[in-house]
């Protein structure tokens, strides 16, 4: 079993920077694929980075690409996601994931499905004011 906690939510203002962390604990997730997903009220729950176990292949959305940077640090078992030049419609609570296995061949057609992930945080309020 993996807990995922995620932190570093908070309320920015347009054009600012933030960054989430999430802690893996329970088991290591060194060989596993992970991802950071969000959900704004009213919406159904998107994609928005991935990362394979390698920490070289990474996998963005279109409306964060260029923006947002996800990486990992395996000896701290810990996914981050650096955000610049938020946006009002970046506003959501945003949740990392570890996926179910790990895949030979690791697409974004495989990171962008939710059914992937076996372990979910509780996510982190992310709020960015216009």
């Known amino acids: 079993q993996v807990q995922l906690v995620e932190s570093g939510g908070a309320l920015v203002q347009a054009g600012g920077s933030l960054g989430l962390s999430c802690v893996a604990s329970?088991?290591?997730?060194?060989?596993?694929?992970m991802a950071w997903f969000r959900q704004a009220d009213g919406n159904e729950r998107e994609f928005v980075a991935a990362i394979n176990w390698d920490g070289v292949t990474t996998y963005y959305a279109d409306s964060v690409q260029g923006r947002f940077t996800i990486s990992r640090d395996d000896a701290k078992n810990t996914l981050y996601l650096q955000m610049n030049s938020l946006k009002p419609e970046d506003t959501a609570t945003y949740y990392c994931?570890?996926?179910?296995?790990?895949?030979?061949?690791?697409?974004?057609?495989?990171?962008?499905?939710?059914?992937?992930?076996?372990?979910w945080g509780q996510g982190t309020q992310v709020t960015v004011s216009s």
């Open positions: 329970g088991r290591t997730i060194s060989s596993y694929p």
């Open positions: 994931a570890v996926d179910r296995s790990n895949p030979w061949q690791y697409t974004i057609e495989r990171a962008r499905r939710l059914y992937e992930y076996a372990y």
